[in-house]
């Protein structure tokens, strides 16, 4: 996947901390290039459970801090295995094919609570991929070691679909 020049907004939160980077992605090989010799990369798609859409039903500019039934689905994502080390995690999410369904500009999707992105551009996004990375994102990464992790999809602002969720897992199997 190319990402030269295109515009990124991610962030990660933690208790009431958010911590916020913006601007332009010049050239970036997410996952090769620095995998070691024994690092594999692995895809699975999560298997969602719950409402296909989420929505942020506070329409006064500040994010939704409580999750509710309508602001959240679960996604199960199972490995083929487990893993001694992860360099890096890619979420690939693809939204709802219509303008109405897909990630809208001011739109913010979040996993777990703490990382997700919000759209910055003026153009709907029918897909949108998240990479964390093992030194800047230790704690999220680690959590899928084990080969299994759940994850809480929401909206901190806006109203989406949500269609699949494919997971790219690069590290050392066990």
């Keep these: 996947m190319n990402y030269s020049n295109k515009s990124f907004f991610v962030f990660a939160r933690k208790s009431s901390l958010a911590v916020a980077l913006t601007g ?24 969602l459970t719950g409402r296909r859409i989420v929505e942020c039903s506070i329409s006064t500019g500040n994010l939704c801090n409580e999750l509710d039934k309508k602001n959240q689905l679960s996604a199960r994502v199972q490995l ?24 809208s500009p001011n739109e913010e999707i979040s996993f777990n609570g703490a990382y997700g992105a919000l759209n910055v551009s003026s153009d709907p996004q029918t897909q949108r991929t998240l990479c964390f990375n093992n030194e800047s994102h230790s704690d999220f990464v680690a959590s899928f070691k084990d080969g299994e992790e759940l994850l809480t999809v929401s909206s901190n602002a806006g109203k989406f679909q949500i269609r699949s969720i494919e997971v790219q897992v690069t590290g050392s199997r066990i």
Excluded at 82 to 93: G, M, P, R, W
């Design 80 to 103: 083929n295995h487990a893993y001694s080390d992860i360099e890096n995690i890619c979420l690939v999410t693809t939204f709802g094919k219509k303008n109405s369904k897909a990630l």
């Design 24 to 47: 332009v992605i010049v050239a970036a090989n997410v996952l090769g290039g620095s995998a070691g010799a024994s690092s594999m990369t692995e895809s699975a798609q999560a298997k």
